[in-house]
């Protein structure tokens, strides 16, 4: 008895799709409420002039100038070139190579060669496989140092 109420549900379904809906009509284009018109050369970018005005200043990757305590800040650090031996940290808190010294964030510290790395002073660090061993340092991972020049 409920058999054939399937069938007459799909045959209703599928007979609607032939009707015009009101909603979906478009009789008329609409009126935009804004004109625009085009111009050859318009789809064209020109770049404007720079004045001194516009110029930023560049940013300066000097070393940073010691603490009267020889604190020259704080640096992230990963395993350097592990075929280097000596106990080193090449960072860009130094622009020539000079002693120092490192602390770790568990306060254990050891006198190191500072070696300028090139890069900006905020741009991390890389210490010898020798120096992070002295530190007990895992040596895959980065380790937060305290830097001091002697």
């Not at 054939?4 to 379904?13: E, F, G, I, R, T």
């Not at 284009?29 to 789809?43: F, H, K, N, R």
Request: charged letters at 15%; glycine letters at 14%; aromatic letters at 2%.
């Amino acid at each position: 008895m409920l058999r054939p109420v399937p069938l007459l549900l799909v045959l209703s379904l599928l007979s609607a799709c032939g009707l015009s809906m009101p909603f979906g009509r478009d009789d008329a284009p609409a009126d935009p409420a804004i004109t625009v018109t085009e111009e050859p050369g318009d789809d064209v970018l020109h770049p404007r002039a720079r004045t001194p005005a516009d110029e930023a200043p560049a940013p300066q990757h000097g070393a940073p100038a010691p603490a009267a305590d020889g604190f020259l800040g704080e640096t992230l650090a990963g395993l350097g070139a592990p075929g280097e031996r000596g106990l080193w940290v090449s960072t860009g808190l130094v622009s020539s190579a000079r002693a120092g010294r490192v602390i770790t964030a568990g306060g254990q510290s050891l006198g190191v060669e500072l070696r300028p790395s090139g890069t900006a002073p905020g741009a991390g660090s890389q210490i010898s496989l020798q120096a992070m061993q002295a530190l007990g340092l895992p040596l895959s991972g980065l380790a937060t140092l305290r830097v001091y020049v002697e």
